[in-house]
């Protein structure tokens, strides 16, 4: 009886054993297999601010930059979906990896740590807005920048390294609306921004705001291109910009960028108002 006992209890012990090699087999051969990463057909999803006129929820087909990131996409037979939200949320949950991807922001090298960078989309014309009949007087931007005032900025932006290293005072606020409200009102002197977006936003201030004449300083500070951003956090983030890079080459090539530029957004202004 012992020694019937003694053979179950051996069978049954090498039966676990053999059990358990078949498992660290399987696990070992699908942790050595190669795979490929698939870009999800469902729900592409991106974040974005607005940043009118270039882009923004009520804008027709919400503006240039996203129409151009929408027919590239949907030229690799890609649909995308827009999320807005104030641009400093949509840095940071893109980052953690929330999205696919940014529509749109400007490179740095601190932001080039975290998110893969698109082919440029289309450049800004970045100029410092101001009061009529000030900062008439200096030569160049050096002299400029080492005089004195109050600059307004937005909350989370990439600023000029000259700007960010003038001896001007800097005050910081959540939006664009804000920061030109505050420069009619006098509240600060000089804001980085781009032309149209300057101009965009005047024109939308209360009347007794606009009654303030605002202007900018020439040459243009300089042209900041637009990128679509995909977080490095995201094992599909590399295909996703190669397969956004094809679309935007192609749409270039065949002319249908500059038809989208020219449908949705508007002509700048050349020079400064007087």
Do not use: C
Not at 169 to 197: G, H, Y
Request: proline share 5%; hydrophobic share 45%.
């Amino acid at each position: 009886m012992l020694s019937a006992v003694k053979r179950q209890v051996r069978f049954l012990t090498l039966l676990l054993l053999s059990t358990l090699f078949l498992l660290s087999s399987k696990i070992a051969n699908a942790n050595t297999e190669p795979h490929t990463t698939k870009v999800s057909a469902n729900r592409l999803i991106f974040a974005s601010s607005e940043y009118l006129p270039h882009y923004g929820t009520d804008l027709p087909k919400q503006g240039a930059v996203v129409e151009i990131v929408r027919r590239a996409f949907a030229l690799r037979q890609l649909q995308i979906e827009v999320a807005f939200m104030p641009f400093a949320r949509a840095l940071y949950d893109t980052q953690q990896g929330q999205f696919a991807g940014i529509i749109a922001i400007w490179h740095t090298e601190e932001r080039a740590e975290n998110f893969l960078y698109s082919d440029p989309i289309y450049a800004t014309q970045m100029v410092l807005f101001k009061r009529a009949g000030e900062f008439q007087y200096f030569n160049n931007l050096a002299d400029l920048l080492n005089s004195e005032g109050t600059l307004g900025l937005v909350t989370g932006y990439a600023q000029n390294t000259l700007l960010a290293n003038s001896r001007f005072n800097k005050v910081s606020v959540a939006t664009d609306e804000q920061i030109f409200s505050m420069l009619a009102l006098r509240r600060v002197d000089l804001v980085p921004a781009d032309l149209q977006n300057g101009l965009y936003l005047i024109s939308k201030l209360p009347a007794a705001q606009r009654q303030v004449q605002l202007d900018w300083i020439t040459p243009v500070l300089e042209h900041k291109p637009m990128h679509l951003a995909f977080p490095k956090n995201r094992p599909e983030s590399l295909l996703l910009q190669q397969e956004f890079n094809l679309g935007l080459q192609a749409l270039t090539a065949s002319g249908e960028l500059n038809q989208i530029l020219l449908e949705l957004l508007p002509e700048p202004a050349s020079s400064p108002l007087q």
